[in-house]
């Protein structure tokens, strides 16, 4: 097992969850709560067999809304919790962003925890104490800064995960290699795809590693902290336009963000052409020509990272180093 404390929060790596109640001091299994995700209930119910007060959230970013969140907070109360009471969230981001929006608000915040059973989760989006929902198809527009007391990453959960969703996992990864480290991104290139799950506790903890560097500086998404969203102002438009899987989508995203990079000259070819090898080493895409450019544009000038027509945008110098550029959405246009 490998331990990492970030302000209040510890994160244990490489265990299991049986081990749960023997890491947790002062734990309490009468008065602890879990929201798990549907599916990992299903695959991994044997794991769960003696738990009580569980409250299933269903598969999906749907489950993601206030008027669930109102549903799972009746549940709790129907249950008997109370401001003492622990909740877990065991699951994707769907679930980890529920759970700590609901312990931050339920009773004014009681404690909480997350067991991340997807390789985005563990490597993502347990990390950082962002913990929001979705208002109107606005994603994460309500939400919290609130980290858990822990993070418990078990990878046999990850057996049970599809490809698809192991790949938009290594998107992030990739995503954390290209903007932070060299070495990460090296391991990726040299990476047999038939080794990924025997060597994950590398990647996840390199990724975590890059993660918690970039968000202890930055808590509020000020500056350093938007270097997380390489690839994700193009990658956001072509997921809500296109609905390809969010890895699909942040691929495409980085391939804009690097072609722009590579016109304005920041981002010499060679590089540019390691990271397309990466991403296609993983299945991938790389081939933007099918996408409408304009119709992206457009919508990314309406998201709510775009303030007076300029935005935020995360430009490499080289891998492993990248920087927030401001541009306007016509430079983007001629990028
Ligand atoms: N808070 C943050 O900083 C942050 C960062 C990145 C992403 N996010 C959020 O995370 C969410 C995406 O997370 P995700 O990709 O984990 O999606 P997810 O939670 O929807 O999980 C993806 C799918 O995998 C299934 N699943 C989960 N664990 C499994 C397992 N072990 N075996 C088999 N199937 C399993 C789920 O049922 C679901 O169908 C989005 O809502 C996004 O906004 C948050």
Redesign the pocket.
């Known amino acids: 097992m490998k331990l990492l404390n970030y302000d209040h929060t510890k994160i244990y790596l490489d265990t299991y969850f049986t081990n749960l109640s023997s890491l947790l001091e002062c734990f309490s299994e009468q008065n602890t709560y879990y929201l798990i995700?549907?599916?990992?209930l299903r695959?991994?119910h044997s794991k769960f067999a003696s738990i009580k007060n569980l409250i299933i959230i269903p598969?999906?970013?749907n489950s993601?809304s206030l008027n669930f969140i109102s549903q799972i907070v009746s549940n709790l109360l129907s249950l008997g919790a109370n401001r003492k009471s622990y909740l877990i969230g065991i699951?994707?981001?769907?679930?980890?962003?529920i759970t700590?929006f609901v312990a931050s608000v339920f009773m004014r915040g009681i404690s909480f925890g997350f067991i991340?059973?997807?390789l985005?989760?563990m490597c993502?989006?347990?990390?950082?104490g962002?913990?929001?929902v979705n208002l109107n198809s606005v994603?994460?527009i309500v939400g919290v800064f609130n980290n858990p007391d822990f993070i418990l990453i078990d990878y046999s959960?990850?057996?049970?995960?599809?490809n698809e969703?192991l790949v938009?996992?290594f998107a992030?990864i990739i995503k954390h290699a290209c903007i932070a480290s060299e070495d990460l991104f090296v391991k990726l290139e040299n990476i047999s795809q038939k080794n990924l799950l025997k060597n994950i506790d590398d990647f996840i903890y390199s990724s975590i590693l890059i993660k918690l560097d970039i968000v202890l500086i930055d808590k509020k998404e000020e500056n350093q902290r938007k270097l997380l969203n390489f690839g994700h102002t193009f990658g956001h438009a072509i997921e809500s336009i296109y609905g390809f899987s969010?890895g699909k989508s942040i691929s495409l995203g980085m391939v804009f963000a690097n072609q722009i990079a590579t016109k304005m000259g920041y981002l010499d070819t060679n590089q540019n052409t390691r990271i397309l090898n990466v991403l296609n080493s993983f299945n991938l895409p790389s081939d933007i020509s099918s996408i409408n450019k304009k119709e992206v544009l457009e919508l990314i000038y309406n998201d709510k990272k775009a303030i007076k027509s300029n935005i935020d945008f995360i430009i490499l110098n080289n891998i492993g180093e990248a920087f927030v550029k401001s541009l306007k959405v016509i430079d983007l246009i001629d990028g």
Do not use: C, M, Q, R
Request: glycine share 18%.
């Open positions: 995700d549907e599916n990992v695959l991994h598969s999906g970013e993601k699951g994707g981001g769907v679930t980890t962003d700590g991340p059973t997807t985005l989760a993502d989006a347990s990390i950082g962002k913990n929001g994603k994460n959960f990850l057996k049970t995960l599809s969703e938009n996992g992030e969010h």
